[in-house]
């Protein structure tokens, strides 16, 4: 097989990967609304900081959650 | 060898279609979605839990809800609100579910009660037609079924001003 059926080949995989990807639709976001994906509460999240700021002298960076229906 | 060139043009012309094939799918699969001035689809065709009603010549709003969906626990009493005061001028409101189970739902309009006409797309077919970008989302149609207005989300009292402002418009 030549070179240029290999490269064409190789893109046609790519392309059917491409194809293959799939994006949360905003309204099949009721598995990450719910509570528990939005990690501990915030009582829970406060106390973990305060002792992660007492033993490492750090904090923050921990903005980013994987939960919430990304609503409105 | 003139064969043989022809042959390997042939099959870069296959392999190329196939790509192009290929590329338009994706590009289908992330198709715009619906904008002011098209026409919303007919209800009737998605196969909606529910009895679709007659909008033939009413102004009417599309809203889609969910129950896990906190925006659209607000938006209710703003719907309700606004179904007693248009509902004998000429307004429909039509609210469409989208939870996976309708028990949910059936719990949401406990706590959230609605005069309005509640449908359910279980299926999802109307939504991924209309594709939605946000929860909760409604479109104002206008007496000829072309959308006037998209509301992206609910902002409490500016969503509900603006959109006694455009339903006055439309039932001038």
């Excluded at chain 2, 619906?34 to 009737?44: A, H, R, S, V, Y």
Aim: aromatic share 8%; net charge neutral; charged share 20%.
């Amino acid at each position: 097989m030549k070179t240029s059926h290999l490269l064409l080949l190789a893109l046609l995989a790519a392309t059917g990967l491409l194809t293959g990807c799939v994006n949360v639709q905003p309204w099949e976001r009721g598995n990450l609304a719910d509570p528990t994906m939005s990690g501990r509460n915030p009582l829970g999240g406060m106390m973990s900081e305060h002792m992660w700021f007492s033993r490492e002298a750090a904090s923050g960076g921990r903005g980013v959650g994987g939960g919430g229906c990304g609503c409105n | 060898m003139n064969t043989s060139y022809n042959k390997n043009n042939q099959a870069k012309t296959k392999l190329t279609a196939i790509v192009a094939v290929h590329l338009l799918g994706a590009f289908l699969a992330v198709a715009a979605p619906l904008k002011e001035g098209d026409t919303f689809p007919d209800l009737n065709q998605f196969g909606l839990e529910g009895t679709v009603p007659d909008t033939h010549g009413k102004v009417v709003i599309v809203d889609f809800f969910a129950s896990w969906c906190h925006p659209c626990q607000e938006s209710f009493p703003v719907m309700e609100e606004l179904y007693k005061q248009y509902a004998g001028k000429g307004v429909v409101i039509i609210a469409i579910n989208l939870d996976k189970n309708k028990a949910d739902m059936d719990d949401f309009l406990k706590s959230h009660p609605a005069s309005f006409v509640i449908l359910r797309d279980g299926s999802n077919k109307l939504v991924s037609q209309v594709k939605i970008p946000t929860m909760p989302s409604s479109f104002l149609l206008d007496r000829n079924g072309k959308i006037h207005a998209f509301h992206r989300g609910f902002k409490g009292e500016e969503t509900r001003k603006k959109y006694i402002e455009e339903i006055e418009a439309l039932l001038k």
